[in-house]
């Protein structure tokens, strides 16, 4: 790896110049040489690193082997019970009637939107930013929906691309094409994404011309800087992968970022998932564990069983507002 290009940057969400550190921080997961910094803005309480890499630089901190860069199972191919949900979802009475009997709850579900958004939606046009090789559109497609993403990686926008879906290969601060420009999209999905971008403002700006006005949905996930993991793990704690990780959000600096861009927050929640502590646990195994015992650390923390002892914990969490992530919703203003 070559040298990165830094940058200095002022506060993304208020403009102050001022900030206060806050944490030093390594990459743990990829080994990008440096110690980091996050700051926090004193004016708006907005995270975020700085120094940083520079626009041009910063494809350098992701290897080719990123988790989001790995392509999932194509989900094209409808297998019965593929057909019967895409069946139940295209039809507002169906949907509606399969949420009330319980053993077919599951058939009305569109996967990672059905606990945000309640009210049924007709399958219509999705856009995933940062969509990488398509996994979420995959699953999007099989329920009906026309699918398209915007993904800075080519390898993985050519990967999602092959599978079938519109992929717009660039960076969610770039200019939006005429192409994209013209659509408008009943559901827009920033899953763990909004993180990574150098200017969260610029991105949701370029977005909000593209949500459909009356109906769309914008659902926003990042990882929580508030959260027990970083309350107990540190620079450790989901927040704070750096470098990748540009900006890091409290539930009020997502809400201010979302409202300054012209939407309009209708839920906000905050989900805890056991593999986020377990993830946290193998990091500060690998720091503390003495070499010998390393493979016993492992091998612990890659047993099912610690998953499913993790989950009181993650709920736990969840309802005392220390969630590892949040996720909002959104509409246009």
């Not at 969400?13 to 944490?23: F, I, M, S």
């Not at 030093?24 to 907005?46: A, I, Y």
């Not at 593929?82 to 709850?105: C, M």
């Not at 450790?236 to 979302?258: C, N, Q, V, W």
Request: some cysteine.
């Amino acid at each position: 790896m070559t040298d990165l290009e830094f940058e200095r940057v002022d506060c993304d969400l208020c403009g102050a110049t001022a900030a206060t550190l806050v944490t030093e921080s390594s990459d743990h997961e990829h080994g990008v040489p440096g110690v980091f910094k996050v700051v926090r803005c004193p004016n708006c309480g907005l995270h975020y690193l700085n120094p940083r890499p520079s626009p041009r630089a910063i494809g350098q901190c992701y290897p080719n082997h990123y988790y989001a860069y790995s392509s999932a199972r194509d989900a094209s191919t409808l297998n019965l019970k593929a057909r019967i949900k895409r069946t139940i979802r295209s039809n507002q009475i169906l949907s509606n009637l399969a949420k009330q009997i319980s053993s077919l709850r599951h058939l009305a579900a569109d996967n990672a939107i059905a606990d945000d958004i309640p009210e049924w939606i007709k399958p219509g046009k999705v856009l995933d930013v940062g969509c990488g090789a398509g996994a979420f559109l995959d699953s999007m497609r099989t329920n009906g929906w026309i699918t398209a993403g915007i993904e800075p990686s080519e390898a993985a926008a050519n990967a999602a691309r092959a599978k079938g879906h519109s992929i717009f290969c660039q960076s969610a601060t770039a200019p939006i094409t005429p192409e994209l420009s013209a659509q408008r999209f009943d559901v827009i999905l920033m899953s763990h994404s909004l993180e990574h971008v150098h200017s969260p403002t610029q991105a949701l700006a370029n977005l909000h011309p593209l949500l459909r006005p009356s109906s769309g949905h914008l659902i926003i996930e990042v990882p929580n800087v508030e959260s027990l993991l970083t309350y107990w793990f540190g620079e450790l704690g989901l927040a704070f992968d750096t470098p990748r990780h540009l900006y890091m959000y409290s539930p009020e600096t997502l809400r201010k970022l979302i409202e300054k861009t012209g939407f309009e927050v209708r839920s906000m929640r905050q989900i805890s998932r056991p593999v986020q502590f377990a993830r946290c646990l193998r990091l500060l195994s690998a720091r503390t564990t003495p070499s010998a015992w390393q493979s016993r650390a492992e091998a612990s923390l890659m047993d099912g069983n610690l998953l499913r002892a993790l989950e009181p914990l993650a709920a736990h969490a969840s309802t005392k507002g220390l969630g590892g992530a949040i996720r909002a919703v959104a509409t246009r203003r």
